[in-house]
């Protein structure tokens, strides 16, 4: 196996200096225009007799480009789905613990009055706390681990590396969703914390 540059093997074929393809521009860039252009060009040169291996326009060559990053895109949401899932059970058990942890205190705030509801808020306001926390840890990682991942997908895809572009929506949209992960997390264990009463709290150990 042998490895030479367009040059080379296009004087050895006796076809130097002539190209292989041919990109036309146009003022309308419609997919209607491009369309109808893109046949009509197809019928000239058949009709000249010109060996034509294919005709594309733009639009075209763009959709079966982002075909492949769609699909790199899909599935990347997919993982994103199943980690916030994990990250929630996780954190369902982290606020189950804390829990178990805090009888004694949550004994003592039932002791001077506290009710169901200033309780459940006190671990809901807590979980809420630590997915915000986990949130902005994420917006940081997301800079590195994002770049990394395009250099890597648009070298094996395109053959160079996609620029990193962030937008503010997406960052709003996860604070959202961490929220809403947050608070059904510290859910469950709120109503464990709520259901305590001092005598359970005070035969603890």
Known sequence: MAYANFEFIAAQNHLPNRATSYRIITHLHDAASSQELTERIDTHLTERNFAVQSVQ????????????INIVIVF????????AFVGSMGLTGAMSINVL????????????????????????IEGLVIGLITWALAIG???????LLLTIIGNSIMGSPMELSFT?????LWLGVVIVLSVFASLMPAR???????????AYE
């Open 168 to 172: 503010p929506l997406g960052i709003l």
């Open 57 to 68: 326009s733009g639009s075209d060559l763009r959709q079966k480009a982002t075909l492949a």
């Open 76 to 83: 990347l949401l997919i993982m994103v789905v199943l980690t």
């Open 141 to 147: 990682l997301s800079f590195p681990i994002g770049s």
């Open 101 to 124: 942890e805090r009888t004694r205190e949550i004994g003592v705030m039932r002791t001077i009055g506290a009710v169901d509801r200033v309780i459940m808020q006190s671990v809901i």
């Open 192 to 202: 464990n914390a709520a259901k305590l009463t001092i005598n359970e709290v005070l």
